[in-house]
């Protein structure tokens, strides 16, 4: 299958990466270290030596070597239960006549002097917090003090974990809505509710501030409110006798377009994209603007999938658009991933999860953890809710690292917060909300979520590193969607993969 194999191809080699850093925007002399009076005192290299009784790879943990501040730490704590009371290290200074290294006592404040110079092979104690390393040059003109941190978790890590976890109300002021509906659309957030006889419309820059623009609209007959997706100029949704309707002025007057679809999958470049079912009970892949009509694989969903994500790489012409889950032609639940390339279709699926239609799929980060213990931040796809084919309704988070090929099921901590409902068929958007504190808006109602890790590796306030007061951070916004008894979710849910909401290092 020729369209499989160059999909296949594709999205095997996509890997992309995010990186968290800070810089130092300011060109002040005063920011700056002058080497030319402290290089007999400088640090050139810091690393632990290798101890597999301790921890594998133990030498490849990665030091920043702060020489502004002279701190010494690693960014990325080690694995909670680490041993740090007897660690060896290995460093390198440039010309210092002394180096002494202090180990504070916790208890009897009698400090422990290790002669670095002499006895440079002696285990030093870490546990009592950081160590001091003094240098000195061979005229004692010039002398400086390292701290030196190693980090450890204090609880067991996982890369991905929720965090920061609210709800707040769907916005709109329907007392009684039977049928609600999110989307992203111009970079806002709307949101679309009915009760069978009114419409209203929700906008808000981000909903993390819970600021919405509420207006009332006419409902045309016959609208399906569940099936509203935005293209890229206008928003579109399914009418009476499957008719393609499209709307130019964000909802508020719908007419009617050449196209008819009984599905919508999304949307792609200026391209909406569906399936429609013939008069014989086949279907047929439709786009508006028309093109050549297709049929649809008896393996391919046609109906309940997830919404669409797609992915804009240097490895392709045209971006790929995918969606996950669904019902068959038949009535039968699949787990698989199905991708568009802009001319056909293909199943992507490697390793799938269970058959589930209606589920949630949200393009996402993960942290991951290599063997030298240096965290990276990839992109992710998760998937959770929907329900299987007894209409059970599924509580599991599946996670894909590799652009849908491959999925397994993420981490304990991943896993949804105990009082997030169980949901088929909602929505999830992402949007940054910039932190400053891990206090949750007073419109957001807090959830009970396990105790985090903390990142452990701030600075200390004697350091002379200047605070990070702010930090943009991408929170999941869970918007409609069912329970498992079929009443409507009148909830926005929230939640953050913790990690992503520490503070980042200045």
């Not at 390339?341 to 949200?362: K, R, S």
Request: glycine residues 6%; negative net charge.
């Amino acid at each position: 299958m020729k369209i499989y194999r160059s999909l296949y191809i594709l999205f095997t080699f996509l890997a992309a990466t995010i990186g968290f850093s800070a810089c130092n925007e300011t060109d002040s002399s005063e920011d700056v270290l002058d080497t030319s009076s402290l290089y007999a005192v400088m640090v050139k290299s810091f690393n632990l030596s290798a101890d597999d009784s301790i921890l594998a790879n133990l030498d490849s943990v990665y030091f920043s070597i702060d020489l502004n501040n002279a701190r010494i730490f690693n960014a990325d704590s080690l694995p909670l239960g680490t041993r740090v009371d007897s660690l060896h290290i290995s460093l390198t200074h440039s010309a210092a006549a002394v180096a002494e290294i202090t180990m504070p006592s916790r208890f009897t404040g009698n400090d422990t002097v290790v002669n670095y110079l002499e006895n440079s092979t002696e285990a030093i104690n870490f546990n009592n917090g950081y160590v001091t390393l003094h240098l000195e040059s061979s005229n004692k003109e010039v002398k400086r003090d390292y701290r030196i941190y190693v980090n450890v978790h204090k609880m067991k890590p996982d890369s991905l974990a929720w965090g920061d976890a609210a709800w707040a109300a769907f916005p709109t002021s329907l007392s009684r809505p039977t049928a609600l509906r999110a989307v992203e659309f111009k970079g806002k957030a709307y949101c679309f509710a009915s009760d069978g006889s009114s419409l209203t419309r929700a906008v808000a820059a981000n909903p993390a501030d819970n600021n919405w623009t509420k207006s009332t609209l006419t409902l045309p007959a016959g609208l399906d409110v569940n099936s509203i997706t935005a293209g890229s100029d206008a928003l579109f949704a399914i009418g009476s006798s499957s008719k393609l309707l499209t709307s130019t002025d964000e909802g508020a007057s719908w007419t009617e377009t050449s196209s008819a679809m009984t599905h919508i999958f999304g949307s792609f470049g200026s391209r909406i994209l569906g399936v429609n079912r013939k008069a014989d009970g086949s279907y047929v892949y439709v786009t508006y603007p028309a093109t050549v009509e297709s049929s649809v694989p008896a393996s391919a969903p046609v109906a309940q999938t997830s919404q669409c994500v797609t992915f804009v790489t240097e490895w392709a012409t045209e971006p790929m658009l995918m969606t996950m889950g669904g019902v068959t032609a038949s009535g039968a639940p699949t787990g698989h991933v199905w991708a568009y390339d802009g001319q056909e279709w293909a199943d992507i699926t490697m390793t799938a999860i269970p058959d589930i239609a209606d589920l949630t799929l949200v393009p996402y980060f993960s942290v991951k953890v290599g063997s030298n213990w240096v965290a990276r931040t990839e992109t992710a796809l998760i998937a959770f809710g929907g329900h299987d084919a007894s209409g059970a309704v599924n509580r599991k988070l599946y996670i894909s690292t590799d652009r849908g090929i491959n999925w397994s099921l993420a981490g304990q901590l991943m896993q949804l917060p105990e009082d997030f409902p169980s949901l088929s068929g909602a929505e999830a958007l992402v949007f940054e909300k910039t932190l400053t504190s891990r206090a949750a808006a007073s419109a957001w109602h807090s959830l009970e979520l396990p105790v985090m890790p903390a990142w452990l590796s701030l600075a200390d306030s004697s350091t002379g590193i200047a605070p990070i007061t702010s930090w943009d951070c991408p929170y999941i916004y869970v918007f409609g969607g069912t329970d498992a008894s079929g009443a409507l979710n009148t909830a926005v849910w929230r939640g953050v993969i913790n990690r992503l909401s520490f503070k980042p290092l200045q």
